[in-house]
């Protein structure tokens, strides 16, 4: 249903237009659409499809077609539609599609996205128009906190991530540690406070090296992070620049232990590395060959489904549209469908691929355990890390 | 919007002097010994834009235009290098020692400097031959709109993601494998997705640090597994050193090409005077085609370097490294080939060894995040000084 162009007018225009009742027989008083637990949940989906963090979009999206077809089997659960729309790794065009997809399409919930920069946009535009929304995968502190009660998210957040980097750090006794972080990226410079934090806390000692996103050329921080001579190099970026700044450093960083956060979980990771031999840790949701029997079964089902292994989005694509759908079941049955957002922060101990997870908190957001992968050839299982319960 | 204005971070870092210094340089030996890997990255980086720079200084000689294509050009050579890379297999040729691995680089390259030369001779004559004679404003904006197009072309046509670079893989007959294998030697593995698409991945069949013995060959040759392969990553400073090399080589041919045989007497005759060039007969329109063909020859060379140096390719490969060779052909002075060779240099170094000077002389952590603004910063101030670059001439426009 289009209600009006989305360049036109403020908020109170549309609610005048949404009042309406033959315009808009599904939107609330304050214009935004409403779910009446009746015809299908609208999902808008956000996802990075193309340009830097493509993978990230592809594998999130697969995931969430896996979680479709189970939910879809499943009784009771509500009849649902996805819309998806690409944010081509972008914050701008993120917020532009939250606007868009709220506006003209009328969806009932936003999901997406997964770089936390832009997963800022779509909370914004969703705090505005009072949609609830959740990201699978944004891991910054503040998204839940500054997106307000109507967000929420099913991974864990960097202030947790960061720790456990370090104490893994700290417990091999790598105890100097220059940091890497990307200027222009929330979730670098988030991860990197915390790994700094909890770092310096427990005795290490850090320096800190800077790029931008759009570098290609990271030989000014490979030598500078050479001339420290440190144990330990904490790279907090994307897998896209840090790929091939490990690859540029062969040589320079050789026999330097590694270590990053999830934005590094990546199938392209390896190959963008190259053959370096570099000792690579990264801290993530999930890891296909991990010893458990729910990550093996969906990693075994995603291969055969879509000819390659999955990584980290792929699961917490798959939860997050288990946990909406899971709440919107909730809500439809107590007769309350459009308190959808309190119903997804009453979430329990809903099972999901990457952990179980609650959503009771107050910043919406689960405490789950994490997997900490090696990256030798490819992405192999490294070793567990509880999460604090 | 609360949300817009706060920062997403409660306490960023504070920007200068953040963190404990791990290792302080001691006096002005671990200056200068910090310094040269700086410069010479510097050196390898400069290779890289004097080449493309060349493309630009040559075109704008002769026909006076501001070729904005030409970074797609390089663009195009890096994608053409990247599938001969991926795709041929010349691997697997049988030859000695790394002789297979130089053979897939070669053939890579002349196909991507061939490949560019072609495209540029293309656009040349589809896109700037028909508005030669309509100004150099109208021929200015038909370049950038060439390189729009090209730009939106390559992610049609491969993705607008970026793909990581094709390490070559050096084969080895189970037979010769070393008694302990000193990398993860791999063969291919088919299998089949529910929807019977069949799809080809790398698995480990001699892990590194495997002792390779009668036993395990066997049991492999039991398997059907008589070859396998290891990718061998190239270190940036090999790659470097060829860029050098291949520019210490192509410099003096160039000179050669221009200054000693018809087509060079040819394209000084038309740089000096197009109209009269033609009247005493030189085809003008083939000798702009071959300029066109020559200048991006050398940027599909340089298009394989960098993705080779720099480990990936994305359809905007070329437009910082083009915007900055832009620049290198300027501070050379446009229209000069040493100016176009000296001014990548001077570009590629200052965007290294100037940040590591503000860092270390004036305590800047963060130059390095700028440095791209630093040497832009560095143009502008070359061009006050010298408005028409180093090599330029100034010349009064005929009115």
């Known amino acids: 249903m289009r209600t009006r162009p989305a360049r036109f007018g403020s908020p109170a225009l549309l609610a005048a237009l949404a009042a309406a009742p033959l315009l808009c027989a599904g939107c609330g008083d304050a214009g935004r659409p409403v779910w ?13 499809m193309t340009q830097q963090t493509a993978t990230y979009g592809e594998e999130s999206w697969n995931g969430m077609q896996l979680a479709a077809e189970d939910l879809r089997a499943r009784e009771g659960t509500p009849a649902f539609e996805l819309v998806l729309r690409d944010d081509r790794s972008n914050k701008q065009e993120a917020g532009n599609h939250a606007k868009a997809l709220i506006e003209t399409e009328q969806v009932h919930v936003l999901v997406g996205s997964v770089a936390s920069s832009n997963t800022k946009q779509i909370f914004m535009e969703a705090r505005e128009a009072g949609v609830p929304a959740i990201t699978p995968a944004s891991t910054n502190d503040r998204l839940t906190v500054e997106g307000g009660p109507l967000t929420s998210r099913v991974c864990f957040k960097d202030s947790f991530q960061g720790r456990l980097q370090a104490e893994f750090a700290l417990a091999r006794g790598w105890k100097r540690a220059a940091v890497v972080v990307d200027k222009a990226q929330d979730y670098s410079l988030g991860l990197a406070e915390f790994f700094k934090q909890a770092y310096e806390a427990g005795g290490g000692q850090t320096s800190l090296h800077y790029y931008v996103t759009e570098d290609t050329d990271f030989s000014s921080v490979i030598e500078n992070v050479a001339t420290q001579a440190p144990d330990l190099i904490f790279v907090a970026g994307y897998y896209e620049q840090i790929g091939p700044m490990i690859r540029q450093a062969k040589g320079r960083w050789d026999g330097k232990p590694i270590l990053g956060g999830d934005g590094l979980d990546s199938p392209e990771l ?18 296909a060959d991990a010893p458990f029997e729910r990550m093996r079964d969906f990693a075994a089902r995603y291969k055969s489904r879509f000819g390659k292994s999955p990584g980290a989005m792929a699961a917490l694509g798959y939860d997050v549209l288990l946990v909406l759908m899971d709440a919107a079941r909730r809500a439809r049955d107590a007769g309350t469908p459009d308190q959808l957002a309190q119903a997804i922060a009453q979430t329990q101990g809903v099972e999901g691929v990457s952990d179980k997870i609650d959503l009771t908190t107050p910043d919406r957001t689960p405490i789950k355990d994490a997997v900490i992968v090696k990256v030798d050839g490819g992405l192999k299982f490294h070793q567990a890390v509880p999460a604090p319960r | 919007m609360s949300l817009v204005a706060a920062p997403l971070l409660a306490a960023p870092f504070p920007a200068a002097g953040a963190g404990v210094p791990l290792a302080t340089a001691p006096g002005a030996v671990g200056f200068f010994e910090d310094l040269l890997p700086f410069l010479l990255n510097g050196f390898g980086l400069g290779a890289i834009f004097a080449f493309i720079a060349l493309g630009y200084t040559m075109v704008y000689g002769i026909i006076k235009l501001i070729n904005f294509a030409h970074g797609e050009f390089f663009m195009f050579g890096a994608y053409v290098g990247y599938f001969c890379l991926r795709d041929l297999e010349l691997e697997r040729v049988a030859l000695p020692g790394p002789l297979p691995i130089v053979l897939d680089f070669l053939v890579a390259l002349t196909a991507a400097a061939f490949a560019a030369g072609l495209l540029a001779v ?63 030697w791999h063969r291919d593995v088919a299998f089949h997705t529910d929807a019977g698409a069949e799809i080809l991945e790398p698995r480990v069949e001699v892990a590194a640090g495997t002792r390779v013995d009668p036993a395990l060959r066997e049991a492999l040759a039991a398997r059907g597994v008589d070859h396998v392969y290891r990718t061998v990553t190239l270190d940036r400073d090999a790659l470097q050193a060829f860029v050098l090399l291949a520019l210490l080589l192509w410099a003096p041919l160039l000179w050669w090409l221009v200054k000693r045989t018809r087509m060079g007497k040819a394209m000084r005759a038309v740089s000096e005077d197009p109209d009269a060039a033609r009247l005493m007969g030189i085809p003008l329109d083939r000798v702009v085609a071959a300029t066109f063909f020559l200048g991006a020859f050398v940027a599909g060379v340089g298009g394989v370097a960098y993705i080779a140096t720099y480990g990936k390719v994305f359809p905007l490969v070329g437009f910082l490294p083009g915007l900055k060779a832009f620049v290198a052909a300027v501070i050379g002075g446009i229209g000069s080939i040493p100016g176009a060779i000296l001014g990548g240099l001077i570009l590629g170094v200052t965007e290294m060894v100037l940040p590591f000077l503000l860092q270390r002389l004036a305590g800047w952590e963060e130059a390095f995040a700028w440095k791209d603004a630093i040497a832009f910063a560095f143009l502008i101030l070359v061009l006050v000084v010298r408005p028409t670059g180093l090599f330029g001439r100034a010349t009064r426009e005929k009115v």
């Open chain 1, 36 to 48: 009446d637990g009746k015809g299908p949940l609208k999902v808008g989906v956000i996802l990075p």
């Open chain 1, 270 to 287: 390896p190959k963008l590395v190259g053959d370096t031999q570099a000792e690579i840790y990264l801290s993530t949701h999930f890891a």
């Open chain 2, 122 to 184: 293309l656009t040349e004559r589809l896109a700037y031959r028909p508005v030669r004679k309509a100004g150099r404003i109208a021929a200015l904006l038909t370049a950038v709109g060439v390189s729009l197009l090209l730009q939106n072309v390559a992610m049609r046509l491969w993705g607008a993601q970026a793909r990581a670079f094709p390490d070559p893989k050096a084969w080895s007959r189970v037979a010769d494998l070393p008694e302990v294998a000193r990398d993860d």
